[in-house]
């Protein structure tokens, strides 16, 4: 089995939200479809690890914000790299309560769709929660981020709890990338990080030392030369 032909499928990029009691929580999932016209139906996959999969199970409620293409990296590694057992990940985010209680994220994301949960499948790793929706609304006109786009693009990562993640085969050290041991983010000299003023060209060694992670918001001393 080849692996590299997982990456041949497209999605895009969601932040999938819940609830348990008073408590809200937030993740990045890139398995959010719309399976049916009537009743309007989607499928969402969550790794049964997480806290917001344990939320879902418990309010039989979701939310999908969906992201624009311009959201910011910093954004998907808040919901996407840290984890809602330890930080408060609606710290400093634009989000609003909707009628059931379930947060959506106002700021860098296109709409929003409240659903309810009403069938769940058992899919080894991860559980694919079948929602009626309830609620839905247009924040603002643009184009929805990709799964590609974050890719090859932005040149964002994947934690190896996403159902997409696949280990790269190690290249050897033929240029000066380094890698962020958290989240896998690759800092490539030739690229720079320009959302964050770096200029492409820019070794690793000349970032500044405010310089973190883009994704995930560690210091550079937590990368290591590929
Ligand atoms: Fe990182």
């Not at 409620?61 to 910011?72: C, E, G, M, N």
């Not at 799964?147 to 159902?163: C, D, F, N, Q």
């Not at 918001?217 to 937590?222: F, L, N, P, Q």
């Amino acid at each position: 089995m080849d692996p590299k032909a997982l990456h041949k499928i497209s999605y895009g990029l969601y932040i999938i939200t819940s609830l348990k009691g008073d408590q809200i929580n937030g993740q990045i999932a890139n398995t959010v479809f719309q399976i049916s016209n009537e009743p309007p139906t989607i499928a969402v996959s969550i790794n049964k690890k997480n806290l917001t999969h344990e939320f879902i199970k418990d309010s039989k409620l979701l939310a999908v914000s969906i992201l624009a293409q311009d959201a910011p990296l910093s954004l998907i590694g808040n919901f996407g790299f840290k984890s809602g057992r330890e930080a408060d990940k609606f710290a400093g985010i634009n989000y609003q309560l909707g009628d059931s209680g379930l947060p959506h994220v106002t700021s860098d994301t296109l709409a929003y769709l409240d659903a309810r949960v009403i069938q769940e499948v058992d899919a080894g790793t991860h559980t694919i929660f079948i929602a009626g929706i309830t609620a839905a609304e247009v924040l603002k006109e643009g184009a929805p981020l990709t799964y590609a786009y974050y890719h090859e693009v932005k040149r964002g990562s994947v934690p190896k709890t996403a159902p997409s993640f696949v280990p790269e085969p190690k290249e050897k050290a033929v240029s000066e990338k380094y890698e962020c041991s958290v989240c896998g983010y690759v800092y490539d000299p030739v690229a720079g990080d320009p959302e964050n003023g770096v200029e492409p060209g820019t070794a690793f060694e000349a970032l500044p030392e405010s310089w973190v992670c883009p994704v995930c918001g560690v210091d550079k001393t937590a990368f290591k030369l590929m």
